[in-house]
């Protein structure tokens, strides 16, 4: 069974980085597509930006600013974001789906495997 562990979140100050980090364990993450969701207190969860077996896609209003990458070797997907905004502030999970590694990952519905996800506060 997948199972997958973000880590990298805090308190930045606006314009400041941060790198985020999906590490998985009992499977090999090149098998999936893996997302970055974003989700607020009180509202739904939101698409971020994902990468299958040789696509990186992203959020209209994240291009330019974060930038998704794999390390097959260490079983591990990030997410660096840069140019943070307060707007930015929410929990960010990582999840992986299996149908998805040769399509176009922007697909909520088709994630089986979620983290517990990590905070992420822009405030000055």
């Known amino acids: 069974q997948l199972q997958l562990v973000e880590s990298g979140g805090g308190l930045v100050q606006p314009g400041g980085s941060l790198r985020l980090s999906c590490v998985a364990s009992?499977?090999?993450?090149?098998?999936?597509?893996i997302g970055w969701f974003r989700q607020a207190p009180g509202k739904e969860r939101r698409w971020v930006s994902c990468i299958n077996s040789g696509n990186t896609y992203e959020l209209d209003s994240v291009k330019g600013r974060f930038t998704i990458s794999r390390d097959n070797a260490k079983n591990t997907v990030y997410l660096q974001m840069n140019s943070l905004k307060p707007e930015d502030t929410v929990i960010y999970h990582c999840?992986?789906?299996?149908?998805?590694?040769?399509?176009?990952?922007?697909?909520?519905?088709?994630?089986?495997?979620w983290g517990q996800g990590t905070q992420v506060t822009v405030s000055s």
């Open positions: 009992g499977n090999t993450l090149d098998d999936y597509a």
């Open positions: 999840a992986a789906s299996g149908t998805l590694k040769y399509r176009q990952c922007d697909k909520d519905d088709e994630y089986g495997y």
